[in-house]
């Protein structure tokens, strides 16, 4: 059988010591870290979605700048063809004038068509006797 009396118990200074530390080391009301809206807020954002967040501009930018290329390489093409194609309008008509030319030179210097000039319009005729200059650079011994 129990027996159930009230005995005084004795605590001696060691124990005493012992349960002031430990009351002291531990706060008066019990804190719980990490729980509630605040904290979820103060969190920020995730690193996950920052990472998706910059690898999505860095497809932006990779797309924009592909863009840009491709426009300003078509932009220089078109231009290079317009250049060829006034270079080329620009041969042709020097051609066509380098053609007329030849032609002009030829009837213009042609020795049947001066002799009739001479003849009709100045009333010039070709002598029978020529005279032949020989011009050499060298003088003759």
Same mark, same amino acid.
């Given at each position: +059988?129990?027996?159930?009396?009230?005995?005084? $118990?004795?605590?001696?200074? !060691?124990? =005493?010591?012992?349960?002031?530390?430990? *009351? &002291?080391?531990?706060?008066?009301?019990?804190?719980?870290?990490?729980?509630?809206?605040?904290?979820?807020?103060?969190?920020?954002?995730?690193?996950?979605?920052?990472?998706?967040?910059? +690898?999505?501009?860095?497809?932006?930018?990779? $797309?924009?700048?592909?863009? !840009?290329? =491709?426009?300003?390489?078509?932009?220089? *093409? &078109?231009?290079?063809?317009?250049?060829?194609?006034?270079?080329?309008?620009?041969?042709?008509?020097?051609?066509?004038?380098?053609?007329?030319?030849?032609?002009?030179?030829?009837?213009?210097?042609?020795?049947?068509?001066?002799?009739? $000039?001479?003849?009709?319009?100045?009333?010039?005729?070709?002598?029978?006797?020529?005279? &032949?200059?020989?011009?050499?650079?060298?003088?003759?011994?």
């Amino acid at each position: +059988m129990a027996r159930y009396t009230s005995e005084a $118990i004795d605590i001696t200074s !060691v124990e =005493r010591d012992y349960e002031r530390q430990q *009351t &002291v080391a531990r706060p008066s009301f019990e804190v719980v870290p990490g729980g509630g809206l605040d904290a979820h807020a103060r969190r920020g954002v995730s690193t996950q979605f920052v990472s998706a967040v910059m +690898m999505v501009v860095l497809a932006f930018a990779l $797309i924009f700048t592909i863009g !840009v290329g =491709r426009v300003v390489l078509s932009t220089m *093409t &078109v231009s290079k063809l317009q250049a060829n194609n006034e270079t080329r309008t620009a041969l042709r008509q020097m051609t066509a004038e380098n053609d007329n030319l030849r032609i002009s030179r030829s009837l213009l210097s042609s020795n049947t068509r001066i002799e009739k $000039i001479a003849t009709q319009r100045y009333g010039m005729k070709l002598s029978e006797n020529r005279a &032949v200059l020989n011009v050499n650079n060298s003088p003759q011994a």
